[in-house]
């Protein structure tokens, strides 16, 4: 089945302990970005990444880091949470990049920092 | 600068009726325009896009939108609601000259059909 995967689905933990979310895609896309979901801000993209080893800054990138090293995969870390990074994360890709394809979502990471 | 405005953040409607979710639309040149619908604990599910052609756009569901360029809009609509549309809706444009394909969302309509 053609999917994005993430894990953690939930995570909840502590200012300043470092943290990975993994994003998987199946589907050979070459377009791959993150996203975090605020109520009343809709989505605001983080970091994406048009290629293995070619990613760049979105509208929210300060606290977060991203690597693409595998094509497949577009893991997002954050070196040193904190409470105001507490939202709900999606992973999303696209097939070929500069082509106006949909993008298909993870289901979705639910953290919160305390 | 790309942005997108949804007006509303709440839109109810009987079942039955038809439904209308509005957006519009601010980018560089000619605009690709997308819907998306997220439903409880779900990621975002594509529902129709707006390259380019007809104006009249048919996605999945049943839903359809009509891209307007005078008005900058790309309305979302449904000739007869179901329960089961109710659920967050997202518009979301691409400017057609942008190198990536980064997506800017609007804020996001909450449609509630009432049985």
């Known amino acids: 089945e053609a999917q994005v995967t993430q894990n953690p689905r939930y995570l909840i933990t502590v200012t300043g302990k470092k943290l990975t979310v993994t994003c998987s895609q199946n589907m050979n896309h070459e377009y791959m970005s993150w996203y975090r979901q605020d109520p009343g801000l809709g989505l605001r993209q983080i970091y994406y990444?048009?290629?293995?080893?070619?990613?760049d800054k979105g509208d929210v990138p300060e606290g977060y880091k991203v690597s693409r090293k595998e094509k497949r995969n577009f893991p997002l870390i954050l070196e040193s949470p904190s409470p105001n990074q507490t939202s709900l994360y999606f992973c999303a890709s696209s097939l070929r990049q500069g082509a106006p394809n949909e993008q298909y979502f993870g289901p979705g990471t639910r953290l919160t920092v305390t | 600068a790309q942005s997108v405005a949804q007006p509303e953040d709440q839109v109810n409607v009987a079942e039955g009726n038809p439904l209308t979710v509005k957006c519009t639309y601010s980018v560089s040149g000619n605009p690709y325009l997308f819907w998306y619908v997220q439903y409880p604990n779900r990621g975002l599910q594509f529902l129709l896009k707006y390259i380019t052609g007809d104006n009249l756009v048919k996605g999945s569901y049943g839903f359809e939108a009509e891209f307007n360029k005078s008005q900058t809009s790309f309305h979302l609509k449904k000739p007869s609601a179901l329960v089961s549309d109710s659920a967050l809706y997202f518009c979301?444009?691409?400017?057609?000259?942008?190198?990536?394909?980064?997506?800017?969302f609007g804020t996001g309509t909450r449609l509630t059909v009432i049985p």
């Open positions: 979301a444009v691409r400017g057609y000259q942008t190198g990536a394909n980064n997506l800017f």
């Open positions: 990444s048009m290629n293995v080893e070619v990613t």
